[in-house]
């Protein structure tokens, strides 16, 4: 399950089961959203975007939700594999400049064999 | 492999001592940014570079200082850093001509503060 508190949220899933990770943004003005995964002594790299105008995307074995209403996105991971276990950052294009990222917080998703 | 090249990936430096980052992207990207990044916490930007011009420093100290020399070059300049500047810096780059791209980051370089 997720929990959440101090520490980084963490979500432990079996492998070949669905992951979902959760992430609440803050700006409701925010028009463009994108999917991190950051493996430990990497930077994060880029899984799937998803602008404003939509509602779901969909990748290899990845799908990005975007609830605009309540400001929330979430990341589904198909078939999950132990190469997944890392830690998952929403990043949101905080409207007015077209640079500025804000991450959120990061979960940490660990997959068992 | 990530086509954002940073150099060194470690390094280990006094107070007094002066040190740069490097960065290096050859995907025609004219944005490039700077981020800092603690330990189990999210990447902070610091400063963006966009055509080669400074856009955004986001209240950096400066003792760090950002330098863009040419379109596929991007250097971090250290000088008398204090311990709490330990961290991962992490190189990132997007493409300019279009709004709504995704930065492609490096593997950063670790940085430690003696």
Redesign the interface.
């Known amino acids: 399950g997720e929990s959440v508190g101090l520490?980084?949220p963490t979500l432990s899933v079996q492998e070949g089961d669905n992951s979902i990770i959760n992430c609440a943004y803050s700006n409701s003005a925010s028009?463009?959203f994108?999917w991190?995964k950051q493996e430990s002594?990497?930077?994060?790299?880029?899984i799937i975007?998803i602008?404003s105008n939509m509602d779901k995307r969909q990748g290899q074995r990845v799908t990005v939700l975007l609830n605009k209403t309540v400001k929330h996105l979430s990341l589904q991971i198909a078939a999950t594999q132990p190469g997944d276990s890392a830690v998952y950052?929403c990043a949101e294009?905080s409207g007015g400049?077209?640079?500025?990222?804000t991450?959120?917080?990061?979960t940490l998703l660990t997959v068992n064999p | 492999d990530t086509e954002v090249t940073q150099t060194p990936k470690h390094l280990v430096m006094g107070m007094t001592n002066k040190k740069s980052l490097k960065c290096e992207q050859h995907m025609g990207h004219r944005a490039m940014y700077w981020y800092k990044q603690k330990a189990k916490k999210p990447p902070e930007l610091m400063f963006v570079y966009s055509y080669e011009k400074l856009s955004i420093n986001e209240s950096v100290p400066s003792r760090f200082s950002p330098e863009c020399p040419n379109s596929s070059l991007l250097n971090l300049h250290l000088h008398a850093l204090q311990p709490e500047d330990s961290a991962l810096y992490l190189c990132a780059s997007s493409q300019r001509d279009s709004s709504n791209q995704p930065q492609h980051f490096g593997d950063g370089t670790r940085l430690s503060i003696l």
């Open positions: 520490h980084l028009d463009y994108i991190y002594g990497k930077g994060p790299q880029f975007d602008r950052f294009n400049s077209n640079y500025k990222l991450f959120g917080k990061g």
